[in-house]
């Protein structure tokens, strides 16, 4: 038997007791999906397009690592094993999620934040995010004297329920005869600070003023809830806050709920507040190495949907992250593409990486060279290198950089430098 179908052979077998672990599990896996996660792992169409993918991924001796978060489970050399088990996942604080029903919840702190679409319910992974701060101090509550209610605003609850599926949403009516708005009339939105909000009309779509002024953009919304932002990169008009601005608008009734202003260039999860501002800290999840480590060559790749890139230092993932010779997939200050690094080695530029683009990427290394991969494109750096001294992976930078704000499907390892065509099959 060839090395190859040996492999394909040990893949198969893991793929058998991945789906007997989950379908075995107690309620714990994926949550309050659990039964249709369960259902959807046992069909034949599933497993068979799960073994397919390992199979065209890996040609190895069987050791590997693959952290699935669409189905909450990790394979340690062919053992099924829980996330938790495997993954060390840390955050000082609570964070937001959309949930498998489709709603906005907060969850407390170190519990990792499996996201789902929240029209689809597909699982779209674990969320990792940098640190930020909700500086709105009300961001529920607009009929709090901390909002200026102007010209015929009038602020009163909603019938709608908000995005969370609580009665907390605020209906506010106002026209543009009245000169009708409501605004955090502070400098609180300076440029660099992103803005948003939750809002929805009452029945059918129509215009209105929202974040900043009517008179700069007026925006068609309908009658299904949608989060706005205001990107930190643009440049801002003025730095107050619009929740709403009927001035020049079709609309004469809005619907809104989780107002957020947060030092950045793009919007991260929601974080309400209620009389101060709030902090969630950064994500972080790590795996230290076992037996499937090979500190002299290996491959990482995977899977994320993007949701947001810092303009410093940005990481996707990092190993052997604490040492002086970390192997990462980064972007450099104010760059937009990612590079593969391997200590002072370092390739050109691989390929730009946008909000809301599905990415896979994939990182070989060896000695004397690195080789890096997103969506088809690689790109190969020869040079000095040090074999690693630890092995540990993280979905978290260390220092300055900051992690990629997105949702990671999945992330495997395995203990062979796949060669740049492998790399380019794997991620086209």
Request: aromatic share 8%.
């Amino acid at each position: 038997m060839s090395a190859l179908q040996t492999a394909i052979a040990g893949l198969q077998t893991a793929e058998t007791a991945l789906v007997q672990a989950v379908k075995s599990y107690n309620g714990s896996v994926a949550g309050k999906a659990n039964e249709s996660m369960r259902n959807a792992l046992a069909s034949e169409k599933t497993i068979k397009s799960k073994v397919e993918t390992l199979r065209n991924q890996i040609e190895g001796d069987g050791q590997s690592l693959i952290l699935d978060w669409e189905y909450d489970v990790a394979i340690v050399n062919g053992e099924a094993r829980r996330m938790s088990e495997v993954v060390d996942f840390t955050r000082s604080t609570g964070g937001g999620r959309i949930g498998p029903d489709g709603k906005y919840e907060w969850v407390g702190a170190d519990v990792p934040r499996i996201t789902y679409d929240p029209v689809t319910g597909e699982c779209l992974g674990l969320l990792v995010e940098e640190q930020r701060t909700n500086k709105i101090l009300r961001s529920q509550d607009f009929s709090n004297v901390y909002w200026t209610k102007a010209g015929d605003a009038v602020v009163s609850a909603s019938q709608f329920a908000a995005p969370d599926g609580s009665m907390t949403a605020q209906k506010i009516t106002g026209s543009s005869a009245g000169l009708g708005h409501v605004v955090r009339d502070a400098n609180i939105a300076a440029s660099g600070n992103t803005k948003s909000i939750y809002i929805r009309s009452t029945s059918g779509s129509g215009t209105i003023g929202t974040l900043i002024n009517a008179s700069t953009r007026l925006i068609t919304i309908t009658d299904e809830w949608v989060r706005l932002d205001y990107p930190g990169g643009d440049v801002h008009p003025n730095p107050y806050f619009y929740v709403c601005d009927f001035r020049g608008a079709t609309l004469t009734e809005v619907h809104v709920w989780g107002a957020q202003v947060e030092q950045g260039t793009f919007p991260t999860s929601y974080i309400p507040t209620a009389g101060s501002a709030v902090t969630r800290a950064a994500d972080e999840a790590k795996r230290l190495l076992g037996s499937e480590f090979n500190n002299v060559e290996g491959t990482v790749f995977g899977e994320i949907e993007v949701e947001g890139i810092s303009s410093t230092f940005s990481v996707i993932f990092a190993l052997n992250a604490g040492s002086i010779y970390p192997i990462r997939m980064r972007k450099l200050l104010n760059s937009g593409a990612y590079q593969a690094q391997y200590g002072l080695l370092t390739t050109a530029d691989i390929a730009p990486i946008v909000i809301g683009q599905k990415v896979k990427y994939a990182l070989s290394y060896g000695p004397g060279f690195v080789r890096g991969a997103i969506n088809g494109v690689v790109r190969s750096a020869a040079g000095e290198t040090e074999p690693l001294t630890t092995g540990d992976i993280s979905l978290f930078g260390a220092g300055s950089e900051k992690p990629i704000a997105a949702e990671h499907k999945n992330l495997e390892y395995i203990p062979r430098a796949l060669s740049e065509a492998e790399l380019q099959e794997l991620t086209a």
